[in-house]
Antibody, heavy 119, light 109 residues
């Protein structure tokens, strides 16, 4: 059974870069037909798609975050990562990693990790 | 990026049926049959309930069904049960992008 687990700093200072990693277990991140995504949820608010990386390495980002986001894959470690630069308090949220099928359905999710932006 | 519009809340009594709407545009819901629905209980990760407008993943109750007409998708929960009380989000492919809905809180009276 494929599982995803987020890790990274839970507290980031304003203007710095948020860095998170999603470890994939129970399967290979190189399996064709899937993309690997980041989604966030500010406290008490709805879900926001951040972006995904296809098995081919192509990346697609939310236009509102595109200038600050980088998603990458480390196949040797079977994990993928998120970097969000120049963070502000508005970036405070629970960050989820998820697997997306070719039909754009997020079928497997990590448990989520809370990131707070504060000095 | 525009969020899909959902009602903030919907409620129903046990055994009843409820329907949650999800209104997008001709650039997302109206153009692609790639609408999915997620159930989220407090403090938990979302769970996929419907994909490709009306398909159910293995293990999801057949009390959950989805449909679409024009720019609006819908999720119907029949035979409402206490365990269905949660937040529900729709999601649509939008051409190299993805839009989530604003979310609907379902209350079982």
């Amino acid at each position: 059974q494929l599982q995803l687990q987020e890790s990274g700093s839970g507290l980031v200072k304003p203007s710095q870069t948020l860095s998170l990693t999603c470890a994939v277990s129970g399967g290979s991140i190189s399996s064709g037909g899937y993309s690997w995504s980041w989604i966030r949820q500010p406290p008490g608010k709805g879900l926001e798609w951040i972006g995904y990386i296809y098995h081919s390495g192509s990346t697609y980002y939310n236009p509102s975050l595109k200038s600050r986001v980088t998603i990458s894959v480390d196949r040797s470690k079977n994990q993928f990562s998120l970097k969000l630069s120049s963070v502000t308090a508005a970036d405070t949220a629970v960050y989820y990693c998820a697997r997306s099928t070719i039909f754009n359905a997020f079928d497997i999710w990590g448990q989520g990790t809370m990131v707070t932006v504060s000095s | 990026q525009s969020a899909l519009t959902q009602p903030a809340s919907v409620s129903g009594s046990p055994g009843q049926s409820i329907t949650i709407s999800c209104t997008g545009t001709s650039s997302d819901v109206g153009s692609y049959n790639l609408v999915s629905w997620y159930q989220q209980h407090p403090g938990k990760a979302p769970k996929l309930m419907i994909y490709e407008v009306s398909k159910r993943p293995s293990g999801v109750s057949n009390r959950f069904s989805g449909s679409k007409s024009g720019n609006t998708a819908s999720l119907t929960i029949s035979g409402l049960q206490a365990e269905d009380e949660a937040d529900y989000y729709c999601c649509s492919y939008a051409g190299s992008s993805t839009h989530f809905g604003t979310g609907t809180k379902v209350t079982v009276l």
